[in-house]
């Protein structure tokens, strides 16, 4: 009679365990409509009997990286810059009399807090050239494990969007292919991009330099012109080119409007199949950072366009 | 008896037919030392066990189009724009007055055997601009059903090289990401690469016009200008910038040189496995075309660097 109890508790606790991973793929997300509605999304998607069904090929998602996957304030990539402008300094003084460069050696936290991305292309384009993409992504790999991110005291591998990890894996389970779509370099987020948020290579677009191929030495190398600036209105357009399908979900956040375009095109690019738009809002100065845009352009499409918007302090239960 | 005996004969028919299927993924490939090198490659590539294991992430093959995939005298993207070049000087008939747009209308036969790349993606800028990359792909896929191939006499969806498909398949089955790296438009190469080549549009890479997001209609916009001319050293650039990983095995063709830098990358770019070139050689007049290249670079690089040549003519038992 025990056993038989025990057997059934067994089987009882075995089957909830089941249940409760099915019912929740998402647990660092509060039990919020977002959270409902990301979730009837993706099983209408993947179910053939309904109507919202999207065959497996045109499964696309698109994520922003800065403010939507991570933290942005600074950029990532303006702290790698910042290691990288230091080195420079190093083996050529003459660099410490130039600006940016100076305020960057002397550590001019005013020029930290406000560089957006327009700013990291610029110092990209001086800093990261006549080095192998493959070069640079063994350094950014190293770099996002051994340094501290300001403010959150925490190196940047653990700095992460916890729910946004979870995500990514929901989606990817579904079979969805999830590509980040950065305002960053491309050779820069495939440094991290497999490591921090498990996304290969061939799933990043970015904002890239020109690439010249050395025949002798087999290396890819950077040279300081700029290919692609991939914000606005050209991350659609990278999006097109470079996938061919306008993605059925994408995500980006509020702080410079450079998802707008990308969001849009992900619904109105697609004639064929029900589309889920995800802003993230940085309402949290007690776990994250608290800004919005000077124009509030981003919140201002949402409303118009119905797209979801996640209050990092309300849908999320966990951040990092 | 009878029955056992049918029985017997019955299981051995049906296990040689298992056999006979496992021992050859490339029917229409002649039993040479091509095929060969391929199926050993593969079979060791995706073996465990073997020194030369490649993890499936890293199975990445890029094949050119135009001569290496279909017949490239002409070009099917020249005969595309041969097609909308007079559409366009039915509505515009001062355009026929100007070259090269007179050549065309007129049927200059001259210009249609010694077109080459550079003058196909000349054309295009003048010809597929102001048109949704959406339409530009119907357009296509209708385009190539429809138009019967000079010399050959079938249309363009009957002039793929079948043993090329069995080795696209083979690789696909196998986990290799195949993609298409070609000199044509990625538009143009999208609009049959599925129907063709069974191959998604993510994993087309294309000569490309710069595309405008036009957000009030959800359509990308081909601009008159030239994003990138996907050939020669741009083709190992393009393959960096958007597979970010040099790929393991490439295949290109004898003919204009355009190749040689795609295959070579594959070689020095990769580091850490075995790889594979192959290089299409059209040495066969009575079935497809017979021709070489001036300065025969792509034939000395494959001599140099130990790539495998395919004779047409010897390696291949069908051709379409």
């Known amino acids: 009679m025990l056993i038989k109890i025990k057997w059934i508790l067994f089987v009882t606790v075995f089957f909830m365990m089941g249940i409760s991973e099915q019912a929740d793929p998402l647990p660092s997300w509060n039990n919020t409509n977002t959270k409902r509605n990301i979730i009837n999304y993706v099983e209408n998607a993947v179910n053939e009997k309904s ?72 110092l990209t384009l001086k800093t990261l050239t006549n080095i192998s993409e493959r070069q640079l992504r063994e350094e950014v790999k190293d770099f996002v494990f051994k340094t501290t991110y300001p403010h959150l005291n925490k190196t940047i591998d653990k700095i992460v969007y916890k729910p946004q990890i979870e995500l990514i894996k929901y989606l990817q389970k579904n079979k969805f292919k999830v590509y980040i779509c950065s305002g960053g370099t491309v050779d820069f987020m495939r440094g991290m991009s497999k490591e921090l948020y498990g996304i290969d290579s061939e799933n990043v677009i970015g904002s890239s330099n020109k690439y010249s191929y050395n025949e002798a030495t087999g290396e890819m190398i950077l040279e300081p012109e700029l290919n692609s600036y991939n914000d606005g209105r050209e991350k659609a357009a ?83």
Chains 1, 2 share one sequence.
């Open 51 to 122: 109507p919202y069904y999207i065959p497996e090929e045109d499964r696309i998602a698109t994520f922003d990286n800065d403010g939507t996957l991570v933290p942005e304030k600074p950029l990532i990539q303006i702290l790698f810059s910042i290691e990288k402008v230091k080195e420079m300094a190093e083996s050529d003084k003459s660099l410490l009399e130039k600006q940016p460069f100076k305020a960057i050696v002397t550590g001019d936290n005013e020029y930290l807090k406000t560089a957006n991305e327009d700013e990291v292309i610029s």
């Open 238 to 320: 990278n999006i097109a080119l470079i996938i061919g399908k306008a993605p059925v979900i994408s995500v980006g956040n509020v702080g410079a409007g450079g998802d707008i375009y990308m969001l849009r095109y992900s619904q109105n690019g697609n004639k064929n199949y029900k589309t889920l738009q995800v802003l993230i809002n940085h309402d949290d100065d007690k776990r994250e950072f608290k800004y919005g845009e000077k124009n509030n352009i981003s919140l201002n499409w949402a409303d118009k366009y119905k797209w979801n918007v996640v209050s990092m302090k309300n849908d999320w239960k966990e951040i990092f």
